[in-house]
Structures are given as C-alpha cells and as structure tokens.
C-alpha cells in the first residue's frame, strides 16, 4: 500500500470532534452575540437611500423582512450553539446573513464576513457530533457512556477543523501583510484609530478617570508608544498566523494572541470578533486534547 | 480505512466523498487566496479592499465638497452626510469605483426633493499620509445635473 500523499495526510485524517464541537458552541455564542451589532450597522440593506449593490440581481429588503430576518437567527444561533440540528441552523443562518452581507456594499463589516466564512465551514462539517445536545440525547437514549456521549462516538474527517484553522492563520497573515507600510508602522493609523476609541469608548473613559484626562491626551499625542504599539501587532500577527500549528510555539502562540485580541477587545469594544478568534484556538490543539482533559474532568 | 504507514490516524479512503471534499477545499482556497491579493494590487484610492483582511491597517482620508448650481446661478453647498441613511459610512464611498453611483444617486435624490441644477465636486483623498489625489478631475466639474 503506498503512503498516502501530505496533502491526504493533511486534510483527511479522521480525527475526534471534540474541538470543532467546542469551537462551535463558543461560535455559536458569537453568532447569538452578533446579531444585534449587524442589525443596527447595516441599515444599507434596507430599502430606500443610497444603495451600492454587488450585482443587480440581489436587491435591497424591506424593513419588515429586515426586522424579520434579524429575530429569526436568534433560535438559529442558539440552535448552532448548543448543537441541536446544526447542519440545517448553519445552512439558514448562512442564507440569512448572506442575503444581508450580500444585499449592499456599504454594509461590508470583516467580522459577519469571518462568521459567513464559517458558518459555510460548518454547514457540511460534523461540528454537530460532539458536545452538541442533539447528538448527546440520541447517545444517551442507547445508553452510550457519559464521554462518548459528549464527544462522539467515532472519529471524523479532518477537514473542516483544518479548513478553519487555515483561514485562521490567513486572516492574521493577510492582517499583518496590511499593516506593513510606512504609515502603519510609524504608528500614525492606531494613534488615529485608538486614539478616538480611548476618547469615546468605556476603556478610555476609564483610564482618564484614573489617570487624568491630560495624561490621557499627552499619551495619545506622543509617537513611541504608537509605534511600539504597531510594531507589536504586526509581529503577532505574522507569529499567530503560523506559531499556532507546531506544538512548541503554540502555547507562547496562545498567550500572545490572548494579549492581542483581549487589547483589542478591551480598547476598541470589538467582542464577538475576539472571542470567535480565542475560541478557534482549540481547533489548532492536538485532537486528542480535549477528549482527555473531558475524560479525565468526567472522571474526577 | 487507510492507515497512513506510520504513528497517524487513519485516513479517509478514496471515493466520491473525498473527491467532493477535495472540490471544496479547493473552491474555498482559490476565493480566500485569490480575492485578497486581487485587494492588494488594486490601489486603495480605486477600492474599498473589502474582503482582503485589511483591518485598522489604513489611513483614509478624504476632503469633499459638493455645489449645487442652480439653474439662477446660485451656488449651494451639499452635505454628503444627508445623502446617507449611516452618515458615518461616507468615507466607504469615496472611492473612484463607488463614487459614479454615488453621484448618480445624489442627482436623483436631489430631483426627487425637487432640487435641480448642476453638482460640481471637489473630492481628493490621501491614502496612507500620501499626496492628496483628486477623484473628480478636473476638480470642480459637473459630475451630475438634474433638470425639472
């Protein structure tokens, strides 16, 4: 028998569900978490005022469908979340969404373009057979053991979880390879960005209120921390983009993307896209990782 | 299953479902690869760059100013800003591939308010620090009318 080439061996290993199951219930959390964001910032896609569509043939809704589309995918995402019909929940979230995404220009945002990205990962994956309620009670009813229950009871191709972790490692590449320029790595574009997001968001409020608002104000006016700043940011994100896959970097892969995205986070108010980001980490970990720390939190 | 000959999970074995997985794969890979590098070689002053990861990596400025010339020779100012039902999304249309529907849409709206005359434009934006560049050229031409 003749070894199976590194692209077979990549991609199509059978693998434990674990992670991908607890990626998708952290997703899914996202997804329930999201949805009010994206209804209040793509008001484009309503009809009436200026409209930039992709192609003529998908058009604007109407405020009624609008409306409806957003109360809609709150049952869907928490259908995604706790793993109940998954395949159909992420098949109707990826119609909905798209249909908005899809529907102007204008209501282009990266992070309902990361979750569309997804949740078309996740539409044809078995991200449903592991700590997802539906495939638990079918496994419980055949009194299946407690572990096999929640995280499956045979392994799964890997190409899903490996798709997801590919186009995590491309968004941080892609990220980074945006911010190598001049302006960026003066710091000039975060002394812009987060300059007005310490003015105007919770964080910066909270700063000033410790430190004082001039203090404040001369730390965003001065160049260097900006520039360390940038610089840092570019270096995470070239590391993150491959440090996560080999298991000796990926813990110190881990932490510094923890310390990227919970800055990220905490200084410019973005949630939803930081978690999904953290949650995938469990799709680079070795797949046996999780079923043995579950088995062995079952045990004790 | 086929074991892969060495300390390794099995793997998938050949047949039409890794025949339609590998179809997948690929479809997936060629539109995230080649979408964002389309992003890259198109300037930022011609695109938006959507879809190519460009996250808070930019500075995109842009300096506007619209004139209504109506048909007694006065000279009205036009805020963009009214023309947008998110008035902070403005800058996304500043683009030199966005804007000719943007000026489209302003001389109907203007009609549809009863407003009538020619709009003259200055736009230029400044990508990155870089030298101011002008969207309408010349500046301050005709880039729509409306007539009763």
């Given at each position: ?102 529907a102007d220009q204008l209501t282009f945002r990266n992070h309902p373009y ?155 108010d973005i949630h939803t896209f930081t978690a999904a980001m953290l949650g ?21 | ?135 309408v050229v010349p500046p301050n031409s005709t880039v729509c009318e409306t007539?009763?």
């Amino acid at each position: 028998m003749s070894r199976p080439s590194a692209w077979d061996r990549f991609w199509f290993p059978m693998i434990p569900p674990a992670a991908l199951g607890l990626f998708r219930f952290v997703f899914g959390a996202c997804l329930v978490a999201e949805i009010e964001t994206t209804r209040q910032r793509s008001t484009f896609a309503i009809v009436g005022g200026f409209h930039l569509p992709y192609v003529s043939w998908i058009g604007p809704v109407s405020e009624q469908a609008y409306a409806w589309i957003h109360r809609v995918e709150y049952p869907l995402a928490a259908c995604v979340m706790v793993g109940l019909l998954v395949r159909p929940a992420a098949a109707a979230l990826l119609v909905l969404q798209a249909r908005i995404f899809f529907a102007d220009q204008l209501t282009f945002r990266n992070h309902p373009y990361f979750f569309l990205l997804v949740l078309l990962v996740l539409v044809p994956s078995p991200a449903g057979e592991a700590f997802a309620l539906g495939a638990f009670v079918r496994r419980f009813r055949e009194k299946k053991p407690w572990a096999t229950c929640l995280l499956g009871d045979e392994p799964r191709v890997a190409a899903f979880q490996r798709l997801l972790c590919v186009e995590v490692s491309l968004v941080y590449l892609l990220a980074a390879l945006n911010k190598i320029h001049d302006h960026y790595l003066t710091g000039a574009v975060l002394q812009h960005v987060l300059g007005d997001a310490l003015h105007e968001k919770a964080f910066g409020r909270f700063v000033a209120h410790v430190v004082g608002a001039q203090r404040l104000d001369a730390f965003i006016a001065s160049a260097a921390p900006w520039t360390v700043l940038a610089a840092f940011t570019v270096v995470v994100e070239l590391f993150l983009a491959f440090a996560l896959w080999p298991r000796a970097t990926r813990r110190i892969a881990i932490l510094a993307g923890l310390a990227l995205h919970l800055g990220i986070g905490v200084t410019m108010d973005i949630h939803t896209f930081t978690a999904a980001m953290l949650g995938s980490y469990v799709l680079f970990l070795d797949p046996e990782t999780i079923p043995r720390w579950t088995r062995r939190i079952l045990r004790n | 299953m086929v074991p892969n000959g060495i300390d390794g999970p099995p793997i998938l074995p050949p047949g039409p479902r890794r025949t339609a997985l590998n179809a997948f794969l690929a479809a997936f890979l060629a539109v995230q690869l080649l979408i964002p590098l389309w992003g890259f070689l198109r300037p930022s002053a011609d695109t938006t760059g959507s879809f190519s990861w460009n996250m808070y990596s930019q500075r995109y400025q842009v300096d506007a100013r619209y004139v209504l010339l109506t048909p007694d020779g006065k000279g009205e100012l036009l805020d963009p800003h009214d023309f947008m039902n998110r008035p902070d999304r403005w800058t996304s249309v500043m683009h030199r591939e966005t804007l000719p529907a943007f000026h489209r849409y302003l001389c109907e709206e203007l009609a549809r308010r009863g407003r009538h005359g020619q709009v003259k434009a200055k736009v230029r934006v400044s990508v990155n620090g870089e030298p101011w560049q002008d969207l309408v050229v010349p500046p301050n031409s005709t880039v729509c009318e409306t007539v009763p």
